[in-house]
């Protein structure tokens, strides 16, 4: 396959932007796109939709792409966006690329298909391929999603590289949710130019200074700042500071992981805007007892740790 055109080329702090719902468990347009400015506002280069921070999975394609087609409406930049994908169903994945890729994204974050456990590489090759192909757009920016903790399907460093030989510079990079940030490491320097994102904010620094290009992370919905901090020492050289501020995002990041992210990081909001509703979640997940609110504020407040002001 002939490499496309060169793609734009996103790097730096990207959200794994939270959903949120309204109480009959439909999404919160209004209020997404509101979340997705202030994080631009503060300190995100772009954002990440429809991740497993953004519950995506528990949303049919239909509601998919209708929260896409808002986002972009509301004046949220495509260009800004790299939205999740991946389904087990091929069909759906291609459906939701070549949806996403027609209306200007970044990339698309493509998890492997994921019910069928002990697959091959063979077997994932052919899946990536098949998607690859039929949305069949010189556009399309392919971000492996290696999450084996959630999806039992880990992808292989020889699987990476077959697919960038096959499909050089529409498989562009990936995230790398594993917490191995040496395998990340090792991944950035076997494969220059591929764009390595880091999907924990501990591995953010080691990540950038092994050659990744930034993270993708959950509490980047409230830390972002912090992440961008990290972020421009380095770039900076300013090797001291870049650690002071990642120690102390780290930290932070620890705090929020005690509990589940996506219900930890939707109570923090709700506390922070006052927005009830932010506590709303698909099950089978469920919003924090009340003790565990009250446990997970109480441990930010020990770290003197607020998200930035929403006005």
Known sequence: MTAPAPAADPTGVFA??????HDDLAPDHELFARHCRWLLA???DGLSILGTTGEAN???REERIEILDRLVGAGIPAASLIPGTGCCSIPETVALSRH????GVAGVLVLPSFYYKGVSDDGLFA???EVIERVADARLRVYLYHFPQMTSVPLSRDLIGRLIARYPGTV????DSSGDTAAMIETAAAFPGFRVFAGSDESLLPLLRGGGVGCITAVSNVAAELGAKVLAAHRTGEAKAADTVQARLSAVRRAIAAYPLSAGLKEIMAGHSGVESWRNIRPPLMRLAAAEAAALASALDRLAF???PLA
Do not use: D
């Not at 794994?16 to 719902?21: E, G, H, Q, R, S």
């Not at 996403?100 to 209306?103: H, K």
């Not at 562009?172 to 995230?175: D, N, R, V």
């Open 127 to 129: 899946a990536f391929s």
């Open 42 to 44: 503060h300190g995100c």
């Open 100 to 103: 996403a890729t027609g209306r």
């Open 172 to 175: 562009a990079g990936m995230k």
């Open 58 to 60: 528990l949303f049919s």
């Open 16 to 21: 794994a932007v939270l959903t949120p719902l």
């Open 306 to 308: 607020a998200p930035p």
